[in-house]
């Protein structure tokens, strides 16, 4: 699988998929938390599972033309769904 960079607004947030190795970022940690995970292949994505913080850290893929980051005009072919911290957020990704 090729690396993956996803983005989020609304709280904002990062993360660069490597891998079973996700660096999640935000602004108060800008260097970002890696995070190992178990990956498993999904019908057009995946999912990878951790824990960060003691916390349950689950970011899910799946493949969607014209993903929007809801703050620019760019467009992204891949859809995320977040959760850490116990709180569930949205995004988008593309290759890098």
């Not at 292949?41 to 003691?54: E, F, K, N, V, Y």
């Not at 769904?81 to 957020?89: I, Q, W």
Request: a positive charge; hydrophobic letters at 30%; proline letters at 6%.
């Amino acid at each position: 699988m090729a690396p993956l960079r996803a983005v989020g607004t609304e709280p904002f947030w990062g993360a660069r998929i490597q891998g079973r190795c996700v660096t999640y970022s935000h602004p108060e940690n800008q260097q970002g938390s890696r995070v190992w995970t178990r990956y498993t292949a999904q019908p057009g994505g995946g999912r990878w599972i951790g824990a960060l913080d003691g916390r349950r850290f689950e970011l899910v893929t799946r493949a969607e033309s014209g993903c929007s980051d809801g703050m620019s005009d760019k467009t992204y072919p891949i859809a995320v769904e977040l959760l850490v911290g116990g709180e569930r957020r949205t995004g988008c990704a593309e290759p890098v």
